[in-house]
């Protein structure tokens, strides 16, 4: 039985879905730049829901949208767009620079061994939509212009400050956004904006007799909307989504269709590097292949995420990813073993998927891992679960280097030590560790 902390509800509930069809939406990156290992981390968290949730038996539709307009530097309706700062800072359109950082993510994507979305929706491909979704809230009354943009006016949704429990009556002008003397309330944002006379904004779309673009939450209610149907059953994103961008969703949604947005919201924390703020001034935004450049694979980051809880704080050092690479090489090696002796299951595996299925408690199925007696068909359902390669296509070692570790027996038997010793470092080479116990010699990965 699944349950999740619903930040809706701010409590851990039973799972219900609401038809046969488990429909998942995952906010995605604005594509303006690479990825650092902390964009990453609310992605390994949501491919951990999704494996959970197959493993359960659950049919999946998952869609995860890829921003390329509409999103401000300041999160809200003012600041710089951030495909135009990208493209102003690398002197390519802005085309180029979506199409460029689109393929890097994907590419940071399968190497985290993450499950492919059965959508994966750019926003720049939903103009249409955007436009008769705003259509749709101008006629139900939810909406005013002004001379920037056509904004969505929040007095008209009563359940607005709901989801965030937000203090209206406390929230001053400007204290989320910039506050122009034509918005009628604080909270109020733009579902489209107008392009000034002069202003540099490459992409654009006539709306309204005049050229403008979508704002950045209209994206995500009406990708939704298209590709899903409301409401849809889990709704993700980082903690960081709540008080604006998912309230405002939820705003939408409701101007649209009447409808409520999601049944239940999933919201991961931030991580730190060093007990500091992710922050390019810091010099602490790693990318995943500087981790590689570092000796670390990605699947080795992905261990370190897992090792804690989706809702906690997190801090991250080398000290503790080197604990998570050695974790994962030692559970590679008990596989390792798994290949050369009959190893019996405790049948701890129930275990291991109960603990996931208590709100994706993968610290404490770490645990159980890590103390159980695991077959190499447990192995297999763990690998399933979280992805982390732990079984490669052929993860057993060829058929010449089982001869080498046979030569090397001979060999010792022989006390041709230097012999036996000629072998070994050969096998070194390879990634391959031999160690001699009192049952015999038993290879790991070195690696």
Known sequence: MLKLYNTASRKVEEFKPLGKMVKIYTCGPTVYSVAHIGNLTAYIYWDLLVRVLKKDGYAVKR????????????????????????????????????????????KDYHALELVEPDVLARATDYIDEDMEAVDLMIKNGFTYETKDGIYYDTSKFAEYANFARLDLSGLQAGARVEFSDEKRNASDFAVWKFIKPGEKHAMRWDYLGQPGYPGWHLECATIIHKELGEPIDIHTGGVDHIPVHHTNEIAETYAMTGRALSQNWLHCNFITIDG??????LGNTYTLAELSEKGFSPLDYKMWVLSGHFQGTRNFTFESLEAAKTRRLNWRNRIALCYQKDIPSDGKFDEILAAVN???????????????????????????????????QTPDISPEQYDLIHKREVTRAKKDFAGSDEIRDSLAEQGIAVRDTADGTVWEYLE
């Open 276 to 281: 500091e703020k992710i922050s390019k001034s």
């Open 63 to 106: 869609v995860l949208n890829l921003t390329d307009v509409g999103h401000m530097t300041s999160d809200a309706d003012t600041g710089e767009d951030k495909l135009e700062k990208g493209a102003a800072r690398e002197g390519k359109s802005v085309y180029e620079v979506a199409d460029k950082y689109i393929a890097e993510f994907m």
């Open 358 to 392: 208590n709100n994706l408690n993968s610290p404490e199925a770490f645990a159980i891992i890590d103390n159980a007696s695991l077959s190499l068909d447990d192995w297999q359902k763990v690998d399933q679960l979280f992805g982390l390669k732990l079984l490669d």
